[in-house]
């Protein structure tokens, strides 16, 4: 799988409420060029959150794509990843995007590459973008080893990513189901 180096994106299902939440640092570079973008976003008539890393015009795109085969799909998230992530394969313009998707709803989280991939998490938890990897480690920590709630366990496992990735920053959106 593709590492993308701009940004941390945490999915979590946690005592039946699911959050997704992203860091705000647009990087160009190694410049930081803004620090409250709006990488979390809603679809489908608020019933699909997405969040993205990679290059921004690429994602705005996969998310159309998306949001149209949620239309065709009748918001069937899980069918409509599997139709995107085919034509992201094999569509001459879009399997150049660079970007990678997560996309939850009430019964999947899905993270989405141009690779193909549409992947769900054994334990609930996806990570995208470079400080996804220190996200999830601390997501799954403090699931597994605290009483914080769904929100609470994202803001913190964002805030420790935002502390150790050159990428992130501590400017989060969250928005839950």
Not at 47 to 60: E, H, N, P, Q, R
Not at 99 to 109: F, G
Request: glycine share 8%; aromatic share 4%; net charge neutral.
């Amino acid at each position: 799988m593709q590492q993308i180096r701009s940004t941390t994106i945490l999915a979590l299902r946690h005592r039946d409420e699911i959050v997704v939440a992203g860091d705000g640092q647009v990087s160009l570079g190694p410049t930081i060029i803004k620090h409250q973008a709006r990488k979390v976003r809603r679809l489908y008539h608020d019933k699909v959150i997405t969040g993205f890393a990679g290059s921004t015009a690429d994602a705005l795109t996969l998310y159309d794509k998306l949001e149209q085969k949620l239309e065709q799909f009748n918001g069937n998230l899980l069918r409509s990843a599997v139709e995107l992530a085919k034509d992201w394969r094999t569509d001459k313009y879009l399997r150049r995007l660079e970007a990678m998707l997560i996309a939850v709803n009430r019964e999947s989280s899905l993270l989405l590459s141009g690779t193909g991939d549409v992947i769900e998490a054994d334990d609930g938890i996806l990570a995208i973008g470079s400080g996804g990897p220190y996200a999830q480690a601390a997501a799954s920590a403090l699931i597994n080893h605290s009483d914080l709630d769904a929100e609470s366990i994202a803001r913190a496992a964002m805030e420790i990513a935002g502390s150790i990735c050159v990428y992130t920053n501590q400017k989060i959106i969250i928005e839950k189901i």
